[in-house]
């Protein structure tokens, strides 16, 4: 819509519309606005000529659309014309990738980590089975209740009942 307008005022719209996009990506929406309100001639060549304050029908025609359809147009659009422009500038495939990437970074650490979670605690059960009873008599109350906890079942219960009838 913005553009609609623009080609019924500038005889160069797609420089129009550059110069705007331009003043978008530099300045905050309300100094662009101002600069868009000080008049048609700000943003590129005019439709029509103005020859020493003589101004032909069509650089009237131009700047009545101007005033009437160009700034709303813009104010419509200005607030919201940085982040457009910066959207506009990445490539969304790139970051899918980027991101795809990353996930995939993330599941091979986490498979990493998962098996060596899995050899430490089988490391764990076979210590736990294997300790001898010297050792075993050695333990605390928590350390032993940990061990107890990694010996496979059978072995726990047997082990119970031993303590049990001493």
Do not use: W
């Amino acid at each position: 819509m913005a553009f609609r307008a623009l080609r019924n005022t500038y005889s160069a719209p797609e420089k129009a519309m550059e110069t705007f996009n331009d003043l978008c990506r530099t300045y905050t929406h309300e100094y662009v606005m101002e600069v868009v309100r000080l008049g048609s001639y700000r943003l590129g060549p005019v439709i029509g000529m103005n020859l020493l304050g003589m101004r032909m029908a069509g650089r009237n025609e131009a700047d009545s659309n101007y005033e009437r359809a160009v700034v709303p147009a813009l104010a419509n659009i200005v607030e919201d014309q940085r982040g457009y422009l910066e959207l506009k500038g990445t490539s969304l495939e790139t970051e899918h990738e980027e991101v795809l990437k990353f996930v995939s970074t993330i599941a091979d650490q986490r498979l990493t980590l998962e098996a060596a979670v899995r050899d430490y605690e089988r490391g764990r059960k076979d210590a736990a089975v294997s300790m001898q009873a010297r050792d075993i008599k050695r333990l605390d109350a928590d350390e032993f209740k940990t061990r107890l906890a990694l010996l496979p079942q059978k072995q726990r219960e047997a082990e119970i009942n031993a303590m049990r009838e001493k």
